[in-house]
C-alpha cells in the first residue's frame, strides 16, 4: 500500500487515480482525514479472498454488538 500524504505533496485527481491503479492508496487529506483507493477489480478480489478465509467469516458472522468481546 502506498501512501499519499496530500498535505505534504499535493497531486492532481487523475495522477491519484494513476497510483490506484496500480495498487492500493492510502490518501492522508488536507484537513486530516484518511482514505483508501484501490482499483474496483483489486476489491473484488480482496472480497473473494476473504470469502476464503474460515476466521474472517466466522467473525463476519457474528453479530456486531458480541465482536466487542
Do not use: C, W
Request: negative net charge; glycine residues 2%.
Amino acid at each position: 500500500m502506498k501512501t499519499l500524504d496530500l498535505r505534504q505533496n499535493p497531486i492532481s485527481l487523475e495522477e491519484l487515480l494513476q497510483v490506484a491503479s496500480n495498487e492500493t492508496v492510502l490518501i492522508l487529506s488536507d484537513d486530516g482525514n484518511e482514505y483508501i483507493l484501490e482499483a474496483a477489480n483489486a476489491f473484488e478480489q480482496e472480497v473473494v479472498e476473504l470469502a476464503k478465509s474460515q476466521r474472517f467469516m466466522i467473525v463476519a458472522s457474528k453479530p456486531r454488538h458480541l465482536l466487542s468481546d
